[in-house]
């Protein structure tokens, strides 16, 4: 990025009219650039550029833009070192991460919705009612607007933009002000790679200024956000003044649950692994182990031995677990977490403090003994933290996984497939896994029940959001008077039936 041409708007750089930022490499503390930010005239700029592209791209056959989104994949897969090394940059995560998880995840993501571009599902056309054909048209809806988190910059953004535009609406996407830089070279592979200008147009900016403007902007016919609850409450409330529709993926508090029939090794292992995956800043991460009374020192035990064990320091040396969180400040807020539940009569078996490193830096953490309804249990820390409590039976088990206000991930470790039938289906949550904890896939859906929001990432669903169903309808009955007026009117009966 050059001349602080951090906005991406009708297949251009350009440089936001609002005030000049400096982003902050977590990690070291030191500066990476500076960026002016979109003010709503850029916005607007945005909109408008994504409502002219509509105009063409929505009448695009599926197959031209599924050529296209196959352009964009190969472009970016030219590019994937470029895209880990920003990444590890401006969130602090790993390399490894990076380079293992978020760019071939996000390439993937684009190549599934290349394909699916083309398969956009309905009712079968036919005769409902008689002298009729029905038959649906699924339609873009115009410009959408998404708002992006910091956690993962480049997959939030993948995930936000390729269902949207595989299904023929143009999008203007705000990533975090913290993480902008793998949403603007994104736009930038789709430039190179023959996108149409205004398709993709890519603002930076604050939530409130440019967040809100995105929101308010009445041309935009969706709000797609994901992010915390709190502002997702607040987005919906304002786009309720324009019945916008919203999608939302909120927050989560991921319980882990281990029966006493569980692999303890396997159900350690993937603790460790599911709650301090990206510094445990992960919507999903295991965040409240829940465990059968007569494993839980064996389970405990060994997470924290496993914990102790993770090298915390430099993200981009590729022997680091797990690199810095993504500001000092949010290391102090889950730092505060931690200190109140000591405080509060829990104890830390692993972890719970900073390591002397310049940096956002935090241990991977577990604490047992803080209480079903203190706020290490109830809220979202986001941070490598994971809690663990006993439980005695099943129904137990399943009621503390269910009690919290979020719902959108969960596992069960167990080797009975009845327990794991029943987890699948009592416990309140938008996936759950057996026997293992993170894993997604393009192909299937991703959201929340409860507060963690509404809507479906990736697979099929995700392109139906996108869209909106018409019914179109044939009367090819001749006859001037169709058989239901005589409901209406009598003179449309038989005259038998006029008395
Ligand atoms: P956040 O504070 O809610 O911010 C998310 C995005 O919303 C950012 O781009 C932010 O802009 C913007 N924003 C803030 N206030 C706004 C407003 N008034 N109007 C419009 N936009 C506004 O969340 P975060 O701290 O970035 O990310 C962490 C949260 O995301 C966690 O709660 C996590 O669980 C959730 N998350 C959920 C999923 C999921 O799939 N359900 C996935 C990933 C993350 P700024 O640039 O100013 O911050
Ligand atoms: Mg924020």
Redesign the pocket.
Known sequence: MTNLEHQYVNGQPKRGGGKVHTLVNPATGLPIEEIAYATADDVDAAVQAAGKAFLSWSRLTPATRSEHLHALANQMSLKVPVFAALETKQTGKTIRMSTEFDVPGSLDNIRFFAGAARNRQGLAAGQYMDGTTSMTRREALGVIGS??????PLQ?AV?KILPAIAAGNTIVL?????TPGTAWLLADCAAAAGLPDGVLNVVV????E???A??NHKSVAMVS????????R??MG?ASQSAKRVH?????KAPFVVFDDADIEAAARGAVAASTINGG????AATRAYVHDSVFDHFTGRVAELMDRMIVGDPTDPSTDMGSL?SVN?RDRVAGFVDRARQTGATVLSGGYKPELEGAFYRPTLIVGAPQNSEAVQD?I?GPVLTALRFSNDTEAISLANDTEYG?AASAWTSDVDRAMRASDEIEAGCVWINDHIPLVSDMP???VKA??FGK?MSIYALEEYTSVKHVMINHDKRPSKAWHGTVFKENRPPSERQ
């Open positions: 708002i992006a988190p910091w956690n993962y939030m995930w705000k990533p975090s002000e913290l900016g604050s939530g409130r440019t967040g809100e995105i929101v956000f994901t992010g915390s609850t709190a502002v997702g607040h987005i304002m939302l993926e909120l927050g989560g800043q992960d919507c999903t993504i949010h979202e986001f959108l991703h959201g929340g963690s929001g990432d």
